[in-house]
């Protein structure tokens, strides 16, 4: 098994050689339907009903809760990871240095460098982060890529992060850098380790990777230690669901599961009723500031953030693209968890009715017909006095003479 990804830790998927999916339900692990027979390296899961799968050849499958669907990637190269911030903004990314983003519509390819690239992860759509050999960091602003010096020489084969300044990137002999949201910066990190291949975690201070020889190391906020594995087989996939469970897949088929310990004292939603029924809101952007801190990351596709942070009184805000911010005063202690929804209600005046809608269509069409009518006329009649005469006539014929 090579991945490994949810959206809960009720809804995970593993892949692996031989097109091999499996799903776990919260309870039991059950083999699904296999769309081919290549080689799977790479999964994300955004719901039940929406799971990316890449693997060799430019293979892209997406899953919609019940059958399997081959989409074109427009390359033959290996894709080796796969992330997005939206069902309709993904990412995929393989060998000599392949991205492909798609867009709701279909998958475009980029080059980025020649270069192997072998993971992707992001904290938004316009801050997405692609690594590779020879410590090949490429950063996408929503616009286009750019290379971005890591540090590091050694291949870098995962990455993942907590937020947009806490961004941690792992690979051969050991090899960690980190991202603070400004630069890359190398971690001392034991070479014993091996190469790591996989890396998640529920927060900047709890932190797991694995490596293709069976280690796991755990990062606590100050330093990185070796944990004990179970079964001691060779690991590539690792991920951390919201509640702080982890999964890990390698060799012969091996799952690794850790029941999650409470990871966090402040957790809730952002929803919204805006639209006539109560849904949430992904990718808000959540902070908590107070106490020397300031932290923030974005709400999940169910609408959840979680913090995990010292015991004290913050401020709590969120907002999103759409809709004005909004504040509160949160007191938080070590011992209990705070749940604190936020309902994001008062729209921009961007945001028009259905009417609006109906109305600034119907106006567009009504002038661009207006235009298109006056624009062929002036063809016939230069004079726009509405008569045809030996000018108009002579105007006509030149204007069908020059038609293609």
């Not at 949201?181 to 034991?190: L, P, Y």
């Amino acid at each position: 098994m090579r991945s490994v990804w949810g959206s809960s830790g009720n809804n995970v998927f593993a892949v692996g050689d031989s097109g091999k999916i499996i799903r776990y339900d919260g309870s039991t692990w059950t083999e699904i339907q296999n769309p081919a027979s290549d080689i799977l390296r790479g999964v994300y899961v955004h719901s039940e009903t929406s799971v990316f799968v890449v693997g060799s050849g430019g293979k892209i499958f997406r899953y919609d809760g019940t059958k399997w669907e081959t989409m074109n990637s427009n390359v033959t190269d290996n894709l080796r990871d796969v992330w997005g911030s939206s069902e309709t903004n993904m990412f995929a990314v393989g060998d000599w240095g392949t991205i492909v983003r798609y867009d709701g519509t279909g998958w475009t390819k980029t080059t980025a460098s020649e270069e192997y690239l072998w993971g992707v992860w992001g904290s938004s759509g316009d801050n997405v982060f692609a690594v590779g050999n020879a410590g090949a960091v490429f950063r996408y602003n929503g616009i286009g890529w750019s290379e971005i010096i890591s540090s590091v020489s050694k291949p870098l084969k995962a990455i993942w992060g907590s937020s947009g300044s806490n961004i941690f990137a792992v690979g051969d002999a050991g090899t960690v850098v980190h991202n603070d949201g400004s630069k890359w910066t190398a971690m001392n990190v034991s070479t014993d380790f091996g190469n790591l291949m996989g890396i998640s975690g529920t927060s900047e201070n709890d932190v797991y990777a694995v490596s293709s020889s069976g280690k796991i190391i755990h990062y606590d906020g100050a330093l990185w230690a070796e944990i004990a594995n179970p079964f001691g087989k060779g690991l590539y996939g690792l991920w951390g669901s919201p509640d702080g469970d982890m999964f890990a897949v390698g060799d012969g088929g091996t799952v690794l599961f850790r029941k999650g310990e409470i990871a966090y004292n402040l957790t809730g939603k952002i929803f919204t009723d805006v639209v006539g029924y109560v849904t949430p809101v992904a990718g808000a952007t959540v902070r908590l500031t107070g106490n020397g801190l300031d932290e923030s990351l974005a709400s999940d596709n169910s609408g959840k953030y979680s913090f995990n942070v010292p015991a004290g009184t913050y401020t709590l805000e969120a907002e999103s693209k759409y809709f004005d911010k909004v504040m509160q005063t949160v007191t938080l202690s070590q011992s209990e968890i705070i749940t604190k929804d936020i309902q994001l209600g008062d729209k921009f005046s961007e945001i028009y009715t259905q009417d609006d809608l109906d109305k600034a269509v119907s106006e567009a069409v009504s002038q661009a017909v207006s235009k298109a009518v006056s624009d062929e006329r002036k063809k016939y009649d230069p004079s726009g006095d509405g008569k045809v005469g030996l000018e108009e006539a002579v105007h006509a014929l030149k204007v069908c003479t020059e038609a293609p």
